[in-house]
C-alpha cells in the first residue's frame, strides 16, 4: 500500500471487514470466550509446566479487546448508533 492514499470509503470498508457485522453484544460475548481461553491456558501453564504468563497475558488481552471493540467502536462513530 505504499504510495496509495485510501479515501474515507476504504477505511469503512476495512473497518466493516475486520468487523465483521457483529453487534456489539456479539463482540462483547467473543471477547470474553477468548479471554477465558487465554486464562484457561495461563493456568495450565502456571500449573503443570510452572512459567509465568502474567506480562505476555496482559499484552495479548489490550491487543484482543483493541481486534474486538476499536473497529466496532470507530465505525459506530462514524456511521452512527447502527452497527
Do not use: H
Amino acid at each position: 500500500m505504499a504510495g496509495k492514499k485510501l479515501s474515507g470509503a476504504r477505511v469503512v470498508q476495512i473497518l466493516d471487514d475486520m468487523n465483521g457485522g457483529r453487534s456489539f453484544l456479539a463482540n462483547i460475548i467473543g471477547f470474553f470466550c477468548v479471554a477465558a481461553m487465554l486464562g484457561l491456558v495461563e493456568m495450565a501453564c502456571r500449573f503443570m509446566l510452572n512459567t509465568q504468563l502474567d506480562l505476555i497475558l496482559r499484552i495479548l488481552l489490550v491487543i484482543l479487546a483493541g481486534y474486538y471493540f476499536l473497529p466496532f467502536l470507530i465505525l459506530w462513530v462514524l456511521r452512527g448508533s447502527k452497527s
